[in-house]
């Protein structure tokens, strides 16, 4: 076996220079992981409403998904989309408007939740979707309108779901992930505030 494979150096090198990967990859290897304890670890590390000690399972709740097809139907268009954003963007802003994502969406979510444990990489898929089309508006690049009219004609009916409420959908993730990804386009155009 190669030793190269083992290094954790070499790991941490690729996941600073590919992050969409390294995420896609942690989302993947949660589940699994949550499959081979039995779906124990979502009960500690998925997001519980407005209960303070699982405030900071915003940061962790991204990595479970309920089944395959949760976990499918947020990757493909978290892969999409996060690669447009990637091509918008210098590495460390790539970084922040992952971080401001899983926040934005996150606390949305521990604050106006249901009163469930609250899985899944939605609020990404949906902040993403949201600074695509929020930062074409913003910034009048034609890159940036090419991936915005990509990212709508792809996922375009993610509007439709911030409307239509599903019980076992989570509308805070959603809701919250996509102002979320249009406040990070405003901020990163320097746009400024409408009066």
Not at 31 to 41: A, E, P, V, Y
Request: hydrophobic share 60%; glycine share 8%.
């Amino acid at each position: 076996m190669n030793p190269e494979l083992l290094d954790p150096q070499r790991w941490l090198q690729y996941a600073a220079k590919y992050p969409l990967l390294a995420l896609l990859a942690l989302i993947w290897a949660g589940f699994i992981l949550d499959l081979l304890t039995f779906r124990k670890l979502r009960n500690f590390l998925g997001i519980r409403p407005r209960r303070f000690l699982y405030l900071p399972t915003i940061f962790t709740a991204p990595f479970f998904h309920v089944d395959g097809a949760h976990l499918l139907s947020n990757s493909i268009p978290l892969a999409i989309m996060g690669f447009l954003s990637a091509n918008l963007l210098p590495l460390p802003k790539y970084l922040l408007l992952l971080l401001i994502a899983a926040t934005g969406s996150g606390f949305g979510v521990w604050l106006f939740g249901r009163n469930a444990i609250m899985l899944g990489a939605s609020g990404l898929v949906f902040a993403l979707f949201g600074f695509l089309l929020a930062n074409a508006a913003f910034i009048h690049d034609q890159w940036a309108l090419f991936s915005a009219i990509a990212a709508f004609l792809l996922y375009g009916g993610l509007l439709l779901s911030l409307f239509k409420h599903q019980p076992q959908v989570s509308w805070a993730a959603h809701i919250w992930g996509f102002a979320s990804g249009i406040l990070a386009a405003w901020w990163f155009a320097g746009a400024p505030l409408p009066r």
